[in-house]
């Protein structure tokens, strides 16, 4: 007397409208993922598939039938996050994160406005001269109750909610004011580097060399990270928007250097200045000789190319001096400072 339907790819929903108590759903998620496990006769091969299961129960979860399924289907993610041949319930922590993440989001949507958000900027130190002549501009919310919120949940948030174009063109306008505040007060121009995520170059209005030509600094004061995913879409757009960086003389920094697909092609076909060679290397770089292997092969490789080398988060000193014998000097991390507000740079950048 159930009803079984496919939704769409690989996701199918089952209604079971009479349930004979409160272990009945997971009895029968128990069977479905147990059924679907066992092996097929494919041609004379053994074929596995496995399920993920998410329930929703009516009225407990939802009121009808199409939150009902947005309910199971915030259950499933959670049981596909957790791999094969697992099943959840919506429960009401999920809702609640759900909900959590909506107000967040609501929240993120007036933060500009508030001047709850301001650019942190992070020291990038050569080793060989003991200079500062670079940073990453890193940024930061504070939000009213919560206190700082980090970037890694708020940006894929301003993300979904589409106003990372506009964020972004305030993180680039707000560097650019501080580069020259630096160099009025310092007579010093420092290279600002600037994250650029995927979904900004899909945004409309994000025309940061027209942004940098009103500002009349010179393009060598920006370098824009960015990540391997971005390459590996090799869209048009995304390398007309390179190639206006080059023609303004902003440099591409390649951010999470060795975590993504490295695939070593797009190093040929995109004009790439800086490899960020990962924190995930560095951190290991004395204790696994595969880590220090493979940050010696990117070094090496980027010498050849005549591209330049950062390393990210440096923390200690015998990370710092493996990192020089290797021939990388250019090295961010908490061993020099953690991203500081824009005075504390100022006067970092002062003191030396
Ligand atoms: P990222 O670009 O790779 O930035 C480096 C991250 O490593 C920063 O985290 C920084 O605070 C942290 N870090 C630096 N040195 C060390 C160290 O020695 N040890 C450790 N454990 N961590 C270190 P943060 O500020 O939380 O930023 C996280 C990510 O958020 C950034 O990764 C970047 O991808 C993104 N992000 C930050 N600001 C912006 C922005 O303005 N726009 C965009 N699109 N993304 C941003
Ligand atoms: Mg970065
Ligand atoms: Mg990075």
Redesign the pocket.
């Known amino acids: 007397g159930d009803t079984v339907a496919r939704l769409g790819s690989d996701e199918f929903v089952a209604i079971v409208p009479d349930l004979e108590d409160a272990t009945h759903p997971e009895r029968i998620a128990q069977d479905i993922i147990r059924e679907l496990g066992a092996p097929y006769q494919l041609d004379g091969m053994h074929v596995y598939v496995s399920a993920c299961i998410g329930i929703g129960l009516y009225p407990r979860d939802a009121p009808d039938a199409g939150t009902l399924m947005q309910q199971a289907d915030c259950a499933l993610q959670v049981s596909k996050s957790e791999g094969r041949g697992h099943f959840n319930y919506a429960t009401t922590t999920l809702q609640t994160e759900v909900r959590s993440k909506i107000a967040l989001s609501n929240d993120l949507r007036r933060a500009l406005a508030r001047q709850e958000l301001s650019?942190?900027y992070?020291p990038i130190i050569d080793v060989a001269t003991g200079r500062i002549d670079k940073a990453?501009?890193?940024?930061?919310w504070k939000h009213p109750q919560l206190g700082f919120v980090?970037?890694?949940i708020f940006?894929p948030l301003a993300e979904d909610a589409g106003i990372?174009g506009e964020?972004?063109n305030w993180?680039f306008t707000q560097a650019l004011a501080d580069i020259k505040r630096w160099q009025a007060t310092t007579n010093r121009l420092v290279q600002v580097?600037?994250?650029?995520?995927p979904a900004?170059f899909e945004s409309p209005g994000c025309d940061w060399p027209a942004l940098l030509a009103q500002s009349g600094l010179p393009g060598s004061c920006i370098s824009v990270?960015i990540?391997e995913g971005l390459l590996i879409r090799n869209s048009a757009r995304v390398k007309q928007h390179l190639l206006e960086f080059s023609a303004a003389g902003i440099d591409v920094s390649l951010?999470?250097f060795g975590t993504g697909y490295s695939s070593l092609s797009y190093l040929n076909q995109f004009h790439i200045d800086y490899l960020?060679i990962?924190?995930s290397f560095v951190?290991a770089i004395n204790s696994d000789p595969n880590s220090r292997a493979l940050t010696e092969a990117i070094v090496v490789m980027a010498q050849k190319l005549g591209i330049r080398t950062i390393a990210?988060?440096?923390?200690t000193v015998e990370q710092r001096d493996t990192l020089v014998a290797l021939g990388c000097s250019c090295q961010?991390?908490?061993?020099y400072a953690?991203?500081v507000p824009e005075q504390e740079f100022r006067a970092m950048l002062a003191a030396r």
Request: glycine share 10%.
């Open positions: 650019v942190y992070q990453e501009a890193l940024l930061r980090s970037p890694a940006i990372i964020i972004g993180v580097g600037i994250n650029k995520s900004q990270e990540t951010d999470d960020k990962d924190r951190s990210e988060g440096v923390e961010q991390g908490f061993l953690p991203a």
